[in-house]
């Protein structure tokens, strides 16, 4: 295992970002289907410990888009760990539904809501490894899922079937199922969105909501399927940015408060494993904050890992900042260390070698386990369309 104190302070700080990257140009082409400039120079000049893949890193534009060439999309990868001083965590969103940033010929898992109708652990289970290895034969190894929120409202913009439902009881069964799956799958997954997103009204990307419950409302729904997973040993949290005035009153979301953080999450919670945010370029805290401010504060508050998924200018600005915070005194290079300690010792337990063979990928035994999800549930199984492998024929 690299120790922290072998590194740079421009390397740690790198250490402690995830980014993501856009097309070269304007024109829609996809470009970004490879390492591109910005790819690059996230890796080489940020030190990025880690890498995260949207569709549009992964699937060229089409309606509907074609199929992800898997060879392409694993070379990639592989190109990028090889820019890399450190090995990448490289990171997506594949929860199931209609958050996946992989498409066909990824076995197309339902919706988590499907799930919770289907109120079966062990399918839970299975889906989720069979997830992981498809994601690990790609060379993915870290799954932003599965989603803890519990959907209580209704009018929420941005949960709805993403969660596993409203029930308590049912959300928490069905998170700390699939927690096992995608470690045996290999790769680390991360509940999400600490202390909870499912009673809001508002979209954080689009804007700040805030939930007025009161702590002993949270400690019997929001916070319970967290606290399940932390008694797991899940690997990492990914925050909320979203305004819980029973937990701190200052006016800052959950991802820039030390309260929410360190004092509850890391102090009477008990978790030990990555803190990640959610994407800081979203409007929720970028509007107000700005992208690099909130970056800073996020650190201070507890963060591990800080999301800038888009533009190089946020990314390039967010590196500055952290990096004149510590040299100033602003933020700790103890804590820094805290944070590249638990990055390290994440990526060391990662599997090694080769993942499994690109042929898991849509394989029969998983789309099996994608069909008796939808029947345990009672809702209607899409058949998967066979396209050819693209790419695959050319080896």
């Known amino acids: 295992m690299i120790s922290v104190d072998t590194l740079a302070l421009e390397e ?38 880690g890498m995260i893949l949207f569709a549009r890193n992964v699937q060229a534009p089409g309606n509907p888009r074609p199929p992800v060439d898997t060879v392409q999309v694993r070379d990639m990868i592989a190109e990028l760990q090889n820019l890399a001083k450190i090995p990448l965590f490289v990171a997506v969103d594949q929860e199931g539904g209609r958050v996946a940033r992989f498409g066909a010929p990824f076995t197309a898992f339902p919706s988590a809501k499907v799930f919770g109708e289907a109120n079966q ?52 069964t ?19 969105h600490f202390p909870g997103h499912g009673d809001t009204d508002l979209d954080s990307h689009l804007a700040l909501p805030m939930l007025t419950h009161s702590r002993k409302k949270m400690d019997k729904r929001e916070l319970q399927p967290f606290k399940s997973a932390i ?36 102090g009477e919670l008990g978790f030990r494993g990555l803190i990640v945010t959610d994407c800081l370029q979203m409007k929720a805290v970028a509007d ?32 500055d900042a952290l990096l004149a915070a510590v040299r100033s005194g602003e933020l700790s290079e103890a804590q820094v260390n805290d944070s590249v300690r638990r990055i390290l010792r994440a990526k060391a337990n990662l599997p090694t070698g080769d993942g499994p063979p690109l042929s898991v990928i849509g394989s029969p035994a998983h789309v099996s386990v994608a069909r008796q999800v939808c029947e345990a549930a009672g809702v209607p199984f899409l058949e998967p369309v066979v396209a050819p492998t693209l790419g695959e024929s050319a080896l």
């Open 12 to 49: 740690k700080i790198g250490q402690m970002l995830c980014l993501g990257w856009q097309s070269d140009d304007s024109s829609g082409n996809d470009a970004f289907l490879n390492v591109n400039e910005q790819a690059r120079r996230c890796v080489e000049e940020l030190h990025a410990g």
């Open 121 to 172: 652990w062990e399918l839970a289970q299975k889906a989720a490894k069979c997830t992981a290895k498809e994601l690990r034969a790609v060379g993915v190894n870290f799954n932003f899922a599965p989603v803890a929120d519990i959907n209580s409202n209704p009018a929420n913009p941005v949960i709805g079937d993403r969660a596993f439902g409203d029930n308590v009881r049912v959300v928490t």
């Open 174 to 192: 069905m998170v700390i199922s699939q927690l096992p799956g995608f470690y045996t799958g290999g790769v680390l997954s991360c509940v999400k």
């Open 231 to 266: 008694e797991l040993r899940v690997p990492a949290i990914m925050t909320a940015h979203i305004l819980f005035p029973a937990l701190d009153d200052t006016g800052v979301p959950a991802t820039l408060s030390k309260p929410i953080l360190t004092d509850l999450l890391r």
């Open 288 to 319: 107000t904050w700005g992208t690099a401010r909130a970056a800073v504060m996020a650190a201070k508050a507890g963060a591990d890992i800080l999301l800038v998924c888009h533009t190089w200018e946020r990314q390039k600005e967010t590196f």
